[in-house]
């Protein structure tokens, strides 16, 4: 049981880890001014491999399982967390993290790639609850409310960030199926009692085989299925292909392989293969029988070959193939890191908007931007950036510096839709059909699939439907701002969305708001118009677009999902405070080990802490907590002003340069406030000791940047290490352990 007054602090991964070895001292030191207690809990992806191998580890090594621990809080009142990005391992970097942890001396086995024997399917049991997006499904116990905090408007306003120019001849484009996808074969119903559900494969000669019968649903309940032919996938992937080719753009595919863990990985292998269609033709066999996929990506196979027969041949046939494709969209030219090398690098929610802030080009294989053909195969939502894309080349790049804002409201809670099905997703083994079954054996769904397919169950709550209408409703009237509810009455299970959404819409005052439904596209034209007028349009979205335009509007509007308030109000009333929209940014730490640098800015974590105190103060009647939210607050609107963001390059303030200014005004606030005398007696001599000691603090934290460091480990880092590179001025540890 945890005390009224404790909020939780995630670590987690890469750069928000790094950063939190410099900010969470400062958040201990304040809170604990107000009696609130900051506890820390490890659910990095290391954290929890470690976790899923307790029992097999000598004693002082075991960890518990805090995932399982925060997810269980999640659920109560009392919960009061702060959780930053995390990894959402692909394989490759599942395997790179065992390989990391191994390293360390842990006795962990190797992750079984095609298990065998009864054992490794254990062991790849274990391992696969580490992988893909395994935490926030687990802690979002509620819908999602992400926008940028007006100071950040304002901000993006005073010192608009770059936007790279469109012309009307840019040649990029989106492709997708439109037919024969997850959106077009989709079947939903509503259920009318709780019940199990069960998912069967039907074959071509009778023969059922229970995929899984243990579904649980609750009355009214939206239930989904739908598959991805696969043959029609081939087909169109190789289209596409020839077509980046001929047009002679850059050829990308976005998908999401860390959140769509099965589906998603899969559809990336047939990329892969698509691009090389004779390297599997020819290799296939032996490939397959080193326990290389092609799900794994380009840079894993290239890995393998060294130790194949064939190696020197497959390489060959990797470069032949990118000789005589279309030029492939690069990840990292200089180290010639193509779009297919890992599924996990182009993620499409940070790497569409990426390419629409960058004038719609990627970068080449020569290191120039160029146009590219964005592959997105599913249709459900590909039509969101085919709109974004048309309207920047009929008219122009946005205008950060006027141009309105796209907040969202998204259907998050429970798993709910596409982010929960991974554990009703199939590759389909044979011809047949697939048929998703009540307990009492009525076929609810049922598709005729080919071996391969990949057919997949969603579930919404109806409790979740309910709360995300009063939240969208809530937010319309708290900010007086038209909000959409982004549904397509042509879609099975948007349809059944829209009736419940028309029902719950009763219950609420509506009186005066402006509530509208509309199909994705046109909902996303209706608000660019808008915000081309510098005016604000919630977005009322499902759960993937929520993901998709929570970092699409944030990176046009305010150059990155950083800086975004992001809150989920759980069901059950506590809170869940997201850090930023964004992810964990990979490629700062390399910065950092490389020349003691970190640019990740913890402004996300700034809003997250501020409305986690204003929480607390409310759930635990601790006035003082509000007092911190509200200097906070304040402390952060003057950290905006005066732009103490890292800088972009090496010699300016980073993150740990921010962490200070923060540090600095939030106790001149603190000392300033006349809510609480107590507070502001005790912040007085730290406000003075950091004001006057400002050049002294600076110059030692800018000190150490230009030489590598050693943080001890990537996955996991070593704490001592990572303490010493993130906390190098003396003068403010001191200051802070004076307080
Ligand atoms: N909530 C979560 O837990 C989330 C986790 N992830 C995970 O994060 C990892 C990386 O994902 P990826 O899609 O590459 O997305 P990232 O958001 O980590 O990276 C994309 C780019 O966003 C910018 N960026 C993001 N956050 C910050 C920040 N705080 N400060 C400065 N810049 C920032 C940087 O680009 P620029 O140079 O343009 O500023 C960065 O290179 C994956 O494992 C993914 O699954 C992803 C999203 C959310
Ligand atoms: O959980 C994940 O994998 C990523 C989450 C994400 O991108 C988001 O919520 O915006
Ligand atoms: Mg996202």
Known sequence: MLRMSTIIYTHTDEAPLLATYSFLPIIEAYAAQAGVEVETRDISLAGRILAAFADRLPADQQVPDALAELGALAERPEANIIKLP????????????????????????????????????????????????AVNPVL????????????????????????????????????????????????????????TLSIVHVAADGTETVLKDDVKVLAGEVVDSTYMDVAALRRFLTEQIARAKAEDVLFSVHLKATMMKVSDP???????????????????????????????????????????PDGEAIAAAVAQGLEDGPRMAMVDDRKGITNLHVPSDVIIDASMPAMIRTSGHMWGPDGQEADCLAVIPDSSYAGVYQTVISDCQANGAYDPATMGSVPNVGLMAKAAEEYGSHDKTFEVPAAGRMELRASDGTVLTAHEVQPGDVWRACQTKDESIRDWVKLAVTRARASDTPAVFWLDETRAHDTNLIEKVRTYLGDHDTDGLTIEVMAPAEACAYSLERIRRGEDTISVTGNVLRDYNTDLFPILEVGTSAKMLSVVPLINGG?????????????HVQQLVSENYLRWDSLGEFFALAASFEHLAGYADNPRAQVLADTLDRATGTFLDRDKSPTRKIGGIDNRGSHFYLALYWAQELAGQSDDAELAAAFGPLAERLTAAEDQIVSELNAVQGSPADIGGYFRPDGEKADRVMRPSATLNEALASL
């Open 140 to 195: 979002r116990q509620g819908n999602s409310d992400r926008r940028a905090p007006a100071a950040v408007k304002g901000y993006a306003k005073k010192y608009p960030h770059r936007m790279g120019a469109w012309s009307s001849d840019s040649k990029t484009a989106v492709a997708t199926m439109g037919k024969d996808d997850f959106r077009s074969n989709e079947l939903s119903v509503v259920v009318d009692a709780d019940d």
């Open 266 to 308: 899969i559809l990336f292998g047939h990329a892969v293969q698509a691009f090389f269609p004779t390297l599997f033709d020819q290799y296939g066999e032996q490939l397959r029988a080193a326990g290389i996929s092609p799900n794994d990506g380009l840079g894993a196979l290239l890995n393998a070959t060294k130790d194949l």
């Open 575 to 587: 809170g869940l405070f997201e850090t930023g929209a964004g992810g964990s940014a990979p490629k």
């Open 86 to 133: 995390n990894i959402s391992a692909s394989v490759p970097q599942l395997k790179a993290a065992i390989t990391e942890l191994q390293q360390q001396g842990f006795d962990l086995p190797d992750y079984p790639e095609s298990p065998s024997t009864d054992e490794d399917r254990e062991t790849r049991a274990r391992y696969d609850t580490a992988k893909g997006s």
